[in-house]
């Protein structure tokens, strides 16, 4: 099949899938649910296994595999198992007196499947990200074509031994790269959910707006972290520093931009500046390295390039910027830098490297409207001890999740949804959010009481009583009293 046509193959895809989703949709969910259960097994099983995949396939550590891919994978399977029967459970929503004149209806809203849905993996967490949509879509009772990124091979053939004894074409895996990608989003399918870059993203809406297909999102991000006067600047640096090592940057959930109060932005850089010759940058099968390789060549020389265009146009390098050539692999010098402006491509754009950005502010609105004016907007962290003020001007963000005194950790828990804003996608993941989004309402309203619809009853009474309740809603009492004495 792989030697077939891109269009070809997602037209063989969307027949299987579609045929294998009338009887998948119709399977208790008692059933589905002991399918998913024998995947989490496995899951578990075979962790090892999975995280050295990931390791081979993606350069982080077989550790930081286990602790950021495989435990929140698991979690957010257990809440989807959880919580199944009752996000799909059929709800009962009371007409009530108030809306006699439609007549009186017995209405229940049901929870369908969308039906085949195709999903576009990323790379960098290739087991969590995958595995939250891959499951909420059959457990809702959809078909899935999936498209693992092209880059975690290894991964994707671990994951296909989870999927084994689902009755077949529930889940397709469909290899290759944009080709493929791009020839399932024009099929006739019903829904589609990507992670990914923006670009990528605006390209995937563009060619599903050819069936009107509905789309999930998540895509580039350029989190923004606010450091208040009051803040703990150590815990701070060391919250910034992480988020630079981890995944060696390549991920849209990690403090970007860094907006320091002036009282304290002396004193932030100073630690910082300090601590980063401190990183431990090697092999991640050493046991001590924060900073490892990352994907691949063409990400380095990109975050090179991006940092030469900002000192060519004014921003000063305080420390990196630079591929490090002296150790094999490829690896990128932490960097920060200081006095970048909005129209940088390296302030508005998200950079998959190890960088971050110095902005000094006098009061805390300036802050604010630099989170909100950007393009784009997953998460962010509020840094203070006033437990309060962090809070209000949390509130105050347009932004998905905000984390006070801490960083992308919300990406991991399972018990809250999780989207984006703006440019950065739409959608909500994590859990039973996750049921939820791969389903749709369907209304099933049945004629049922005393009241008849308007095109069978015309009765005196019905029409003074819609009187009556006009009066009472708009607050005209002495209508409403008059009607009453009325005859």
């Known amino acids: 099949m792989a030697d077939k046509a891109p269009e070809i193959r997602a037209q063989d895809a969307q027949k299987k899938a579609r045929a294998a989703f009338y009887e998948w949709s119709e399977k208790p969910l008692k059933d589905r649910l002991d399918l998913v259960r024998t995947i989490r097994y496995r899951l578990a099983e075979r962790c090892d296994d999975l995280a050295e995949a990931i390791h081979k396939d993606v350069g982080k550590s077989v550790k930081s595999a286990m602790m950021g891919e495989v435990l929140p994978a698991l979690d957010s399977i257990n809440r989807m198992l959880s919580s199944a029967g009752k996000e799909l459970a059929d709800s009962s929503v009371g007409t009530g007196l108030s809306q006699f004149y439609l007549g009186s209806r017995k209405v229940k809203v049901h929870r369908q499947p969308y039906g085949v849905v195709v999903i576009i993996g990323t790379w960098n967490f290739p087991l969590f990200l995958n595995i939250d949509p891959l499951i909420a879509a059959i457990i809702a009772g959809n078909t899935v074509i999936w498209k693992p990124s092209e880059f975690m091979p290894r991964t994707t053939a671990a994951m296909k031994y989870l999927f084994e004894g689902l009755p077949q074409n529930v889940i397709q895996i469909v290899d290759g790269g944009p080709d493929i990608g791009q020839a399932l989003t024009l099929e006739v399918v019903d829904k589609v959910i990507f992670t990914g870059s923006t670009v990528t993203g605006r390209k995937i809406m563009a060619q599903a707006a050819h069936h009107v297909t509905p789309l999930d999102l998540e895509l580039g991000g350029k989190d923004a972290m606010i450091v208040l006067e009051d803040a703990d600047i150590a815990a ?252």
Not at 257 to 276: C, G, M, P
Not at 305 to 310: F, G, L, P, R, S
Not at 394 to 422: C, E, H, W, Y
């Open 236 to 487: 701070a640096v060391k919250a910034c520093i992480w988020g630079m090592c981890n995944n060696s940057g390549q991920t849209a959930i990690k403090p970007a931009r860094i907006f320091i109060h002036a009282a304290v932005y002396d004193a932030f850089k100073e630690q910082l500046l300090k601590k980063i010759p401190e990183i431990k940058i090697g092999s991640v099968d050493r046991n001590d390295t924060q900073l490892g390789p990352m994907m691949n060549d063409p990400l380095t020389r990109f975050a090179e390039m991006i940092v030469t265009d900002a000192t060519k146009k004014g921003a000063r390098l305080l420390i990196g910027g630079h591929r490090m050539t002296e150790i094999q692999g490829h690896f990128f010098a932490p960097t920060v830098l200081e006095g970048v402006t909005d129209s940088m491509r390296l302030e508005q754009e998200d950079i998959w490297a190890p960088i971050i950005t110095l902005r000094r502010f006098d009061n805390i609105s300036q802050a604010i409207r630099w989170v909100n004016s950007h393009k784009l907007g997953i998460t962010a962290s509020v840094w203070g001890k006033n437990a309060k003020a962090t809070y209000d001007i949390a509130k105050k963000l347009d932004i998905g999740n905000i984390m006070i005194n801490n960083v992308s950790t919300a990406v991991a828990d399972m018990s809250v949804p999780f989207g984006a804003r703006r440019m950065s996608g739409f959608g909500m993941r994590h859990g039973s959010w996750s049921i939820r989004s791969m389903t749709r309402p369907q209304v099933i309203a049945v004629t049922k009481g005393i009241f008849k619809p308007p095109y069978v009853s015309r009765s005196t009474f019905q029409h003074k009583w819609a009187l009556m309740l006009i009066a009472f809603k708009s607050g005209q009492y002495k209508k409403l009293l008059d009607l009453v004495k009325s005859k």
